[in-house]
């Protein structure tokens, strides 16, 4: 770096790092929302994973901060020190690599659930390709752990390519399974199908935003190697990742609160009407609550007890509901 331009390089860190504080309040009112729509359901799984993301977001907050007060505030008129990685930028190499890769793992996690009972053989490809995938973020870091100066970053740029082209990867990979299993997975129902046709559409999205984060990133870095225009970008790029989880998390509040979008299709064949007697003419009959029955209609108890007794469209909803009730 024989100039240092601090407009292109510690200001773009200082832009990416407010727009990524923005992006920090944003996962906040997600945290928020996911738990005040799920406050009487106990502890889960999910509920953790949120938390995880979470604190992840914070660390990841404070180390933006920190390398931008040491470089901006500490160091002012130091143009020795800005030239040397503090270790809180290294440090934010760490989270970021945790938090792209707990990303990955929970929608994996989501894929093997809505291809239970269907096919192993894309979860387990998935499986695979992820752990394969999550050995080149630890290569990134650890090339970065041994730098110490920030004109090293471009005898290391082949790792920073990798990782960020493996990101864009797995993002392509996860998207496309969700939209298969899902797309293959129409139940029939107007309203579930317009439901799925909403995820898939929100799956899309957050799948290429997060993908054209990371090719910007590399576009950026190819074509102005000599700033910090690219790490600035990528300051958001792990916001976007714990936003874009957190957005399908909470499908079912943006979808509506009570779920009604599923309520009506995913529910067992027992049809109890206690207060209607439904005749050969179709005509509706009152019945006082002492000669109340039962309708024709009702399945017996050994139908409840066996899933083969449910119709396959009922199956499937249920299973794609539990894609997004968390």
């Known amino acids: 770096m024989a100039q240092l331009d601090l407009d292109s390089t510690f ?8 727009i990524g504080a ?3 309040g944003l996962s906040n009112v997600q945290a928020f929302l996911y738990f005040q729509s799920r406050k009487n359901s106990g502890f889960t799984f999910y ?11 914070v660390l990841h907050v404070c180390l933006v901060n920190h390398l931008i007060y040491y470089y901006l505030i500490t160091n002012y008129a130091n143009p020795p020190a800005l030239l040397k990685m503090v270790w809180s930028f290294k440090a934010l190499i760490v989270i970021d690599v945790f938090i792209v890769y707990s990303v990955h793992i929970l ?15 894309l979860p387990v490809l998935m499986t695979v390709t992820i752990v394969l995938a999550s050995s080149v973020g630890f290569v990134l870091f650890w090339a970065v752990f041994k730098s110490q100066l920030f004109s090293d970053l471009s005898k290391i740029r082949w790792t920073i390519y990798l990782s960020l082209s493996t990101m864009t990867l797995i993002d392509f990979l996860i998207a496309s399974s969700l939209c298969y299993l899902l797309i293959s997975a129409k139940t029939g129902f107007t309203k579930t199908d317009i439901t799925l046709q909403t995820l898939v559409r929100d799956i899309i999205n957050t799948g290429c935003l997060t993908s054209m984060c990371s ?39 943006y979808l509506g609160s009570d779920g009604s979008s599923y309520g009506s299709q995913i529910r067992p064949p027992h ?6 007697q439904v005749n050969i003419s179709h005509e509706l009959q009152d019945t006082s609550p002492q ?11 050994s139908a409840l007890e066996h899933p083969s007794y449910y119709p396959p469209a009922v199956v499937r909803s249920k299973m794609i509901y539990s894609l997004y009730i968390g």
Request: hydrophobic share 50%; proline share 2%; aromatic share 14%.
């Open 107 to 121: 929608y994996l996690q989501r894929i093997w659930i809505i291809s239970k009972g269907r096919t192993r053989i």
């Open 215 to 253: 090719m910007a990133c590399i576009i950026t870095d190819a074509a102005m190697p000599d700033n910090f225009v690219f790490l600035g970008i990528e300051f958001l790029l792990s916001k976007l990742y714990v936003n874009s989880y957190m957005a399908l998390l909470n499908a079912r509040h």
């Open 11 to 18: 200001g773009a860190l200082y832009i990416g790092g407010t």
């Open 271 to 276: 049809i109890y009407r206690p207060d209607v």
């Open 291 to 301: 000669t109340s029955k039962v309708d024709r209609f009702q399945v017996s108890d």
């Open 22 to 24: 923005i992006l920090f």
């Open 47 to 57: 509920k953790l994973a949120v938390c995880w993301l979470w604190l992840l977001d």
